[in-house]
């Protein structure tokens, strides 16, 4: 009875209260001692980090990029010379036996119905003449697919873990910079670079700048606070694919309404790709002066 009436009084006694957990440093929002930013300041960074990647990502040339880099003749052309005789020659109805090789058929030879049909595509109506495609880089289409476009898919991984390595240990924006002079870089080879080793380089850059997309991804929520991470990814990600959208409709109406070149619309994404960067000491500022914004922002120094 002794031990039930002490049990009973010690159920009774008021219980101390716990003393609140106190917030780790990876849990703060922002660095003790700083103002917490307002709302309106919160939405100046959403709106800065949307029109980065919106820029970056504006690129009318991109739907049209195989027809950039391969021409139709140097494929058709490839395909005749490597026949060393008459009768093989003359079984690839693009071809012709002239002068000891085995040649194109030039398209000022061809007829009105032959002009431009699957066996003559490196051929176009011109009015009442039939001329031959425009080319730009003049690969051929196995160099395209099989020498040029793997490696971006082969060199993504590897930039991926060097980039994550390099935020992390080095600097967020430095890295995320970085990738956008990948970017810029891309684009001056596109215009002014030719043969496939180059267009490899091309790749490899334009990999990087996919790499540290990933990284830019995780510094929107180094950016802003907790609070914000749902609002903050979904603007940016908005921005992006309407950038992307937008961008393959004007290069639609552009080559289909105006008849611009190809060239033209390399020249309109590589503006946009220096616009972005043009910005990015605004859009893209140190973690140490975004100091409490994000959760992580007290990380580097």
């Not at 709106?47 to 139709?72: D, H, I, N, Q, R």
């Not at 971006?152 to 930039?159: G, I, N, R, V």
């Not at 002014?192 to 700048?209: D, E, K, R, T």
């Not at 540290?212 to 694919?241: C, H, I, K, M, N």
Request: charged share 20%; glycine share 10%; hydrophobic share 40%.
């Amino acid at each position: 009875r002794a031990r039930a009436w002490r049990g009973a009084r010690r159920a009774r006694a008021p219980m101390a209260p716990a003393e609140p957990a106190s917030p780790s440093e990876g849990e703060r929002l922002w660095e003790p001692g700083k103002a917490r930013p307002s709302d309106g300041a919160v939405w100046r960074r959403v709106v800065l980090l949307g029109l980065f990647v919106g820029l970056l990502g504006f690129k009318p040339s991109e739907p049209y990029l195989t027809e950039y880099l391969a021409c139709p003749k140097t494929t058709y052309s490839r395909e005749c010379e490597s026949y060393s005789g008459a009768d093989s020659c003359g079984d690839a109805s693009a071809c012709q036996w002239r002068d000891g090789a085995c040649k194109l058929t030039p398209c000022g030879d061809l007829s009105s119905g032959d002009c431009g049909d699957d066996d003559h595509a490196y051929c176009e109506k011109d009015g009442g003449s039939c001329s031959n495609v425009q080319c730009y880089k003049r690969l051929t289409d196995d160099e395209v697919n099989n020498e040029v476009y793997p490696v971006s898919t082969y060199a993504y991984l590897p930039l991926l873990l060097l980039l994550g390595l390099s935020a992390e240990a080095w600097s967020y924006r430095g890295t995320i910079l970085l990738g956008a002079m990948g970017r810029v870089a891309t684009r001056a080879l596109l215009l002014y670079a030719s043969g496939v080793p180059w267009m490899q380089a091309m790749q490899v850059l334009y990999a990087a700048g996919t790499a540290a997309e990933d990284v830019f991804t995780a510094y929107v929520f180094l950016a802003v606070p907790r609070e914000w991470y749902q609002t903050a990814t979904s603007g940016v990600q908005a921005a992006s694919l309407l950038s992307h959208m937008l961008s393959g409709v004007l290069a639609d109406v552009l080559v289909f309404e105006a008849g611009v070149s190809l060239t033209a619309l390399q020249y309109i994404s590589a503006a946009a790709v220096c616009l972005g960067m043009a910005i990015s000491p605004w859009a893209v500022p140190s973690l140490e002066s975004a100091v409490g914004w994000g959760s992580g922002g007290w990380r580097e120094g």
